[in-house]
């Protein structure tokens, strides 16, 4: 057969197979892949996946994407607020360069929080929040970290906060 699949009509054919799918013959005979349930993106006739969206499609994914961003974005703002409060609010509080990240701009703003070490990345978008914290080289010792993983982290914030409402 010298005809492309359903799904490429205008592809050139090489050797029976349709040039738009470049994996089956275009007479062959298929079992229903994920096509058959109706999902978006897949090839009705080969069932191969790499189908590019429609353009509406693609601009409906487009604006989630952005939306997710923006709302990403949004929830990091709200987190830069409160670590700015609680810098102000502890004895120590420094931030330096982050070491960690390429792009420019990015710090670490370190907090000692009922004894222990809590650090958080800052955006450069948030930069601005944090010009009251003293401002150290990446050698300084109140800047240097010391392991802890961000579940850790937030173990010792619940605990030392069970710790504080006793106190009220």
Not at 43 to 69: F, I, K, L, T
Not at 86 to 91: E, G, I, P, Q
Not at 108 to 122: A, D, F, N, P
Request: aromatic content about 8%; some cysteine.
């Amino acid at each position: 057969m010298t005809q492309p699949c359903e799904q490429h009509p205008h592809a050139p054919t090489f050797d029976g197979l349709c040039g738009g799918c470049t994996q089956y013959p275009t007479d062959m005979v298929k079992p229903p892949g994920p096509a058959a349930t109706g999902t978006t993106g897949y090839c009705p006739s080969c069932g191969r996946g790499d189908v590019a969206p429609s353009p509406e499609a693609y601009e409906q994914q487009r604006q989630r994407a952005e939306q997710a961003e923006a709302e990403r974005d949004g929830a990091y703002r709200e987190r830069a607020h409160l670590v700015a409060l609680l810098a102000a609010m502890t004895d120590d509080a420094v931030i330096t360069y982050a070491p960690d990240i390429e792009e420019p701009g990015w710090q670490i703003v370190y907090l000692t929080i009922g004894g222990q070490q809590c650090s958080w990345h800052i955006a450069p978008r948030d930069a601005e929040l944090f010009e009251h914290v003293e401002r150290v080289g990446a050698l300084d010792v109140r800047a240097l970290w010391d392991g802890h993983t961000t579940e850790e982290k937030y173990q010792h914030i619940a605990a030392h906060t069970a710790e504080l409402a006793k106190g009220n």
